[in-house]
T-cell receptor, first 121, second 109 residues
């Protein structure tokens, strides 16, 4: 249990294009999902908190118009990097917290996806 | 505002116990101690968490001091596949998870 998937696992795009990354909780429902970014040799940095049916909450310094987050269902959140530039190249990771407890899936724990590596040329 | 302090790196011999310390001297009464690990180029993997009692699961044991100002993650029989960056995080339940620099554990044959 507690599987979170991301699609795609890697993407290469041209500067100026937009890229959408999907995050799905496969065997549980998640009212809240989180998006992180990780640059090489650095730790994960929280970008935003995504709540199902409402607007995302962005961390200071993260542009909400550039990183569009949609959390339309209890199992899916999407992050769209708009007008991507080379400096947006990074490892993007999502996580999800179960809406309620399942056996062996702790409600208070976050489960992470495998990450999406974005390279903007 | 780093809430935890961990050694930058540690080595451990394969088959031996790996003891990873974490200092969280400013922990609040409602904050849990979580441990995650990240193997290269993968998403973080949940290991264990606790409030004040020691915890054990199939992956590891978590020892929390009585004053809750520090804890130790124990991998009882480290294998080469346990080589990873280990993150100690303190947070109230259902809040976002914020990562520090972690400890890079290298298990050597």
């Amino acid at each position: 249990g507690a599987v979170v998937s991301q699609h795609p696992s890697w993407v290469i795009c041209k500067s100026g294009t937009s890229v959408k990354i999907e995050c799905r909780s496969l065997d549980f429902q998640a009212t809240t999902m989180f998006w992180y970014r990780q640059f090489p040799k650095q730790s994960l940095m929280l970008m935003a908190t995504s709540n199902e049916g409402s607007k995302a909450t962005y961390e200071q310094g993260v542009e909400k118009d550039k990183f569009l987050i949609n959390h339309a269902s209890l199992t899916l959140s999407t992050l769209t990097v708009t007008s991507a530039h080379p400096e947006d190249s990074s490892f993007y990771i999502c996580s999800a917290s179960p809406s309620f407890g399942f056996q062996r899936i702790r409600q208070e724990t976050q489960y992470f996806g495998p990450g999406t590596r974005l390279l903007v040329l | 505002d780093a809430k935890t302090t961990q050694p930058t790196s540690m080595d451990c011999a394969e088959g031996r116990a790996a003891n990873l310390p974490c200092n969280h001297s400013t922990i609040s009464g409602n904050e849990y101690v979580y441990w995650y690990r990240q193997i290269h180029s993968q998403g973080p993997q949940y290991i264990i968490h606790g409030l004040k009692n020691n915890e054990t699961n199939e992956m590891a044991s978590l020892i929390i001091t009585e004053d809750r100002k520090s804890s130790t993650l124990i991998l009882p029989h480290a294998t080469l596949r346990d080589t990873a960056v280990y993150y100690c995080i303190v947070r109230p339940n259902n809040n976002d998870m914020r990562f520090g620099a972690g400890t890079r554990l290298t298990v050597k044959p």
